[in-house]
């Protein structure tokens, strides 16, 4: 990405991470609430079980209380990763839906001609530039396909967060 285009797109990237971050918050916690809730019902059964298993002999009994006690673990952290993707996607889809809106604001052509300028020198002379309806422009020469429509270089700047989206469910 140019610096036009990263300077063009900081206010937007920085509203939809505040959104996001919000998003991302309240879906971990929906996810936590209910890993934890899980883990209560698995300890209750863990313990029951292993009440059980002392009266047929404490031998008997750890083995039991280990594998179920791994089992809950191993749930719930299915439930947490689980609701990170979940939150990683919705944030994805976010950036995406309010990237679409830019067509609309009044600095839009500038941004349109500075991807433009941007797609012609990565496709080479003789490209033929294309607008796309979702925004944004391709460029296609014979060899080369360069793709700079808003919903692809929304998707690559959340891809280019890594691991800093982390950062908007880790407390």
Do not use: F, K
């Amino acid at each position: 990405m140019t610096d036009q285009v990263e300077q063009a797109l900081a206010p937007v990237r920085a509203h939809l991470l505040n959104g996001a971050s919000t998003e991302v918050s309240r879906i971990l916690a929906e996810a936590r609430a209910q890993a934890d809730a899980i883990l209560q019902q698995v300890r209750q059964g863990a313990a029951d079980t292993v009440g059980r298993a002392q009266a047929q002999g404490e031998a008997d009994a750890a083995p039991a209380a280990a594998a179920e006690c791994s089992r809950a673990r191993d749930q719930a952290r299915s439930i947490v990763l689980g609701a990170r993707r979940t939150a990683y996607q919705d944030l994805r889809a976010q950036v995406i839906a309010a990237v679409g809106g830019l067509r609309t604001e009044p600095g839009y052509q500038r941004l349109l001609s500075s991807l433009v300028i941007m797609a012609t020198r990565a496709a080479g002379p003789g490209a033929v530039i294309t607008a796309s309806p979702d925004g944004g422009v391709v460029a296609r020469s014979p060899d080369v396909v360069v793709d700079c429509t808003l919903p692809t270089l929304a998707s690559r700047a959340v891809d280019e967060l890594g691991d800093r989206v982390r950062d908007l469910w880790t407390p």
